[in-house]
Structure formats: C-alpha cells, structure tokens
C-alpha cells in the first residue's frame, strides 16, 4: 500500500531552489534529501551540525519519516546522520533537518542541494503502555549489551 506526503517547499526563504526529496531509482526505498544552504558548511572531524533540507511537510497519521544515513557518505568520508535513524512524527510541521557529524579523519564540506542522507516513510503501531507490578522472567533475563555473545 502506497502512502502520499505533502511537502512544502521552503525555497522562498534562500531564494533559490533547492532539490526536493526524490528517489534516486524507481526501486529505492528511501528518498534522498539535500542540504537547503546558502553557503557550505564544513564539518571538521568528531564535529556535528544541524543541516536544514529546505521542506516542512505532512505525513498521514499512523506513519512516520526515518532520516537515516546516505551509505556512501558514511563509507567515503565517514559523514552519517548523528540519531540515526532521525524520526519526524506526523504531526511535526517544520522544516526538516539533519543532524550530521563527520566520524572521518578530514574536515567534510557540505555544499549548498547536496544529497545528504535519505528518508523513509513507514508505518508505525501506536502502542498501548499498561502498568504491571512486574514483567514476566526469560530465560535471557536482564541479561543486555553483549551478554549473548558474538559467536552462533
């Protein structure tokens, strides 16, 4: 089932027109999003900033949009998205915008419509939250972060 998101471009506010969330092939599951800037940033390594995309948009109630890392700036330059995946709710209108840090060894230059990292709608399962007095044992236990091990 296909799922349609209102966007509303902010171009206004640069003056120029800045690239509007598009699939890089017709199969791509995410849609790539560009940095709205009216001059580069540069990232100096172990460093992050908050990139603007120039878009508010609307996303149907029961869904969200993942902003997560484009792979091949993580692979060449170390640049990934900081709270990966980024989760939009559907009832957030602002721009939205990217929290970059650069894991690399060189400053990265984040140049005004590059494709920065990529969006993904999906649907989400609104949880119900019951208080209980406590929660039933597993054989894991409280068992976490590494406790089962890297070998099968």
């Known amino acids: 089932m296909s799922v349609t998101v209102k966007i509303q471009p902010l171009h206004a506010k640069l003056g120029k027109e800045v690239p509007l969330p598009s699939r890089g092939t017709a199969s791509s599951a995410g849609l790539d999003l560009a940095a709205a800037l009216d001059a580069p940033v540069t990232l100096a390594p172990g460093r992050r900033a908050l990139i603007p995309c120039g878009f508010a948009m609307a996303i149907p109630e029961g869904y969200e949009a993942q902003v997560r890392p484009r792979s091949g700036l ?79």
């Open 74 to 152: 993580a692979a060449k330059h170390g640049v990934t998205v900081l709270n990966s995946p980024g989760t939009i709710d559907a009832d957030y209108r602002g721009e939205v915008k990217c929290i970059l840090i650069n894991h690399g060894e060189e400053p990265f230059v984040v140049e005004p419509g590059m494709r920065i990292a990529q969006m993904v709608v999906a649907k989400v399962d609104m949880s119900a939250i019951e208080v209980v007095t406590s929660v039933a044992s597993t054989a894991r236990g409280t068992g976490g972060f590494g406790s089962t091990g890297v070998s099968s």
